[in-house]
């Protein structure tokens, strides 16, 4: 079936420092969303992308859909201790079916 | 605050018991998802409703059952759960179904957490 794989599992990175999240899509997706959960809580939308090449930003965060539709990356610039958290991404491929990916979860040391 | 309630938050709960979980959305919105969320697993759709109709029952085994009474309220009935069952279990939102070419984001509830003993 449909897999959406997400590249790191788990990133440590310093405050201040960059951070990069990448989905990977074993089909074409039609659009995909990012999400964000912060530890103890639950998914919160950031942004959905439906164009090939698609590139969004949200102040330090830049989210690209890849021009086969088939990968995205959510890239943080300085990263804050308020940026922890998991970041999913979710892959729409056909009707109504989100497939999320497996989520990478991020770890700021200030 | 995402205008979705989840009701209890947390459940312990044994293999023989009965208990159901509710979810409740302020948004006015027609489609409603149920979630798990297990450790170390990507998040799971288990059924979606749109308009009250069930839409999607994602091979999702028989103890676990959803009611929908109206497209505000969404429950998930369980009846003689496995320890493996333990996990978050979320609801969602979204104003409507995803169909092309619209999507819409989904509003998620703060979840359940079930644990099953």
């Known amino acids: 079936g449909q897999q959406v794989m997400q590249i790191p599992q788990y990133q440590h990175v310093q405050e201040g420092e960059d951070f990069t999240t990448y989905c990977n899509s074993s089909t074409t997706l039609s659009n995909i969303q990012w999400y964000k959960q912060r530890p103890g809580g639950h998914p919160v939308f950031l942004i959905q992308l439906v164009k090939s090449g698609e590139v969004k930003k949200q102040k330090r965060l830049t989210f690209q859909f890849g021009e086969a539709k088939k990968n995205s990356s959510l890239h943080i610039t300085a990263t804050q201790t308020t940026d922890v958290g998991t970041y999913f991404c979710?892959?729409?491929?056909?009707?109504?079916?989100?497939?999320f990916g497996t989520g990478t979860r991020l770890k700021v040391l200030a | 605050e995402t205008g979705v309630t989840q009701t209890p938050r947390h459940l312990v709960m044994g293999m023989t018991n009965k208990k159901s979980l509710k979810c409740e959305q302020h948004l006015g919105h027609n489609a409603m998802y149920w979630y798990k969320q297990s450790a170390k697993k990507p998040l799971e759709l288990m059924f979606v409703y749109s308009l009250e109709e069930r839409v999607e029952n994602n091979s999702v085994p028989s103890r676990f059952s959803p009611e929908c009474p109206n497209s505000s309220h969404l429950f998930l009935h369980l009846h003689t759960l496995q320890p493996e069952d333990s996990a978050l279990y979320l609801c969602?939102?979204?104003?409507?179904?995803?169909?092309?070419?619209?999507?819409?984001?989904?509003?998620f509830g703060p979840g359940t957490r079930l644990t099953v003993t």
């Open positions: 969602a939102s979204s104003l409507e179904l995803e169909t092309a070419p619209k999507r819409y984001e989904q509003y």
């Open positions: 979710a892959g729409i491929s056909g009707t109504y079916k989100y497939i």
